[in-house]
């Protein structure tokens, strides 16, 4: 090892062992707390990043493919119930790929018009029949899966055989299983949605022969009824379409919370079909289509040009009556008393329109709008213009019996001041929790920062102290091997007043000095402090930096603490 780094190991073991107790344990928890630091930014920086494989499978699926991934040695995660599989997300596209060439998920895959595929030539009319069922059944319930909220569902279809020995076939039928994910629920157009792709995928098959039946029991659809509650969610619905057209427009008006709309409406569920036939004359004019006549004449003689004779009508008792002294009838007579009768039909072209309208349920039968103002807010609104402003928004027709009205009442605003206040305490309480969470971790900081700081300082200061015990005045003796000034040479009065030598380094030949022996005794306190003064201008001249570094310890040393 090298004499450099053999003499920092062996500064840095003495100044550890000049440490106190507590300056130990500072520096332990400080060595603990960068180690843990570094360890957890590493762990945290090479941990991949992870991604979702599959997401909504079977348990089945999800155990395959965790024993596919565990055989690859790819690391996993499980999450949503162990519905979803996550794994490092340059794992993923290969893994998939691993994944669809073994069959997985299989409960997605081996569903639907698949089944087909693996059918072979040598099946019966009844394994054929059974098999393009299931394969209806899966399609269905693959599809119904992927609306929102649907977790897992489940199609029986009970479709009868087409058989010429009965008079009447009856009708397919559907039952429908629906798993729902946890909190999310079907609302009637939902079930409505599938009621209605259920029946449009088999031939012969109505909306109301589908039955809709969620996990929990309730049926959502009955067969011959329909979806169940559908007339109330309709009508609700409708409601709040009006109440929220209402609502925005008197928010405009008196301001947000200042108003209240109810509105009730009523529905006509009866649906069927109205055929209308009306007759016009043609634009052109009347055109004959066809004309027709007919003639009626009995007996025959000279007069008939001229209509005279002797017949006439017939009277009371069937005799005869003579009209008048010509003998002239009013259908018409011959020379001989013969009857001549004509008639002409024609038919002419008329235009014909037949309107053929289905009228569907859920038709708005009558419906009523309440609004109250609060009065507080709503002083200056005229009343007849918000009355007709409400009935234009929420299309209230009169002759079918929809009213509206509106007043003004006072608004009981407790509960909202109530509410207020609860919710500008929790803000506070929320701002103060955050505020003493900052105090606690700055505090914590601050805490750890002096600590180290003083450690520090303790560290450095002992170091220099270390440094300057190290200095041996001893030392300080020539190179040149020149007689100096020894600090454990006896000074005796005698002495002081002989002649001395002194050699200081850089000053050439010794310099020899008389001492004046008439000269007042030296105290041993005077020789002491020349003999120091000696010691440090001999330092001074030899090391200067070192000396200058002694002189600023001894002064630091005198520093009060």
Do not use: C, H
């Amino acid at each position: 090892m090298p004499t450099a780094v053999k003499g920092q190991l062996a500064k840095l073991g003495a100044a550890l062992q000049s440490f106190t107790v507590a300056q130990r344990t500072i520096a332990v928890i400080l060595l603990a707390a960068l180690v843990l630091g570094v360890v957890a930014l590493v762990s945290w920086l090479g941990k991949p990043t992870y991604t979702p494989l599959f997401s909504g499978i079977d348990p089945t699926d999800a155990s395959a493919i965790v024993e596919l991934l565990q055989t690859d040695g790819v690391p996993y995660e499980l999450t949503a119930g162990g519905g979803t599989i996550l794994v490092p997300e340059a794992n993923v596209y290969d893994e998939r790929l691993k994944a669809a060439a073994a069959g997985l998920p299989a409960a997605s895959s081996g569903g639907g018009y698949s089944l087909l595929d693996t059918m072979g030539v040598t099946s019966s009319e009844f394994q054929q029949n059974v098999t393009y069922k299931r394969a209806i059944e899966g399609e269905l319930a693959n599809t119904i899966k992927a609306m929102d909220g649907v977790k897992n569902a489940s199609v029986q279809l009970a479709i009868p055989e087409d058989s010429v020995f009965v008079s009447e076939q009856r009708d397919p039928t559907a039952s429908v299983f629906v798993e729902t994910r946890a909190g999310a629920t079907l609302d009637s157009k939902q079930v409505q949605a599938i009621v209605n792709l259920t029946s449009a995928s088999v031939e012969g098959m109505k909306a109301t022969d589908v039955a809709v039946t969620d996990a929990s029991g309730t049926v959502l659809s009955a067969v011959g009824s329909g979806a169940v509650g559908g007339a109330g969610g309709d009508a609700s619905d409708y409601e709040s379409k009006v109440q929220a057209s209402v609502q925005a427009m008197l928010d405009k008006m008196v301001g947000p919370g200042n108003s209240s709309v109810v509105v009730a409406a009523d529905l006509d569920q009866s649906s069927g079909t109205k055929v209308t036939e009306s007759f016009s004359q043609p634009e052109s004019g009347p055109i004959a289509l066809n004309e027709s006549g007919t003639t009626e004449q009995y007996g025959s003689g000279a007069n008939g040009a001229n209509g005279t004779g002797a017949t006439g009508v017939l009277g009371p008792d069937n005799i005869a009556v003579p009209t008048g002294t010509n003998g002239t009838t009013t259908a018409g007579t011959g020379a001989d008393g013969g009857y001549t009768n004509e008639s002409t039909t024609k038919n002419n072209a008329v235009d014909k329109v037949t309107e053929s309208l289905a009228v569907p349920a859920g038709e708005v039968s009558r419906q009523t709008v309440s609004v109250a103002l609060n009065s507080a807010a709503a002083n200056g609104v005229n009343m007849q213009s918000v009355r007709d402003l409400v009935g234009a928004a929420a299309g209230i027709d009169a002759a079918r019996g929809d009213t509206v009205q509106v007043a003004q009442v006072d608004f009981d605003t407790s509960a909202a001041d109530a509410a207020a206040e609860a919710l500008k305490a929790a803000d506070a309480a929320s701002a103060s929790e955050a505020m003493w969470g900052t105090i606690r971790t700055v505090g914590i900081v601050a805490a750890i920062a002096i600590a180290a700081i003083v450690g520090l300082i303790v560290f450095a200061r002992r170091s220099r102290r270390q440094d300057r015990e190290d200095v041996d005045l001893g030392e300080l003796a020539p190179q040149n091997g020149a007689q100096t000034w020894d600090a454990t040479m006896p000074l005796s009065l005698d002495d002081a007043v002989a002649t001395s030598r002194l050699t200081l380094p850089g000053m050439g030949e010794p310099k020899t000095e008389l001492l004046d022996v008439d000269a007042p005794t030296p105290s041993p306190e005077f020789v002491s402090a020349e003999r120091r003064r000696a010691e440090i201008d001999a330092m001074a001249e030899r090391d200067p930096g070192k000396t200058a570094e002694l002189l600023r310890g001894l002064m630091d040393d005198r520093q009060p603490a």
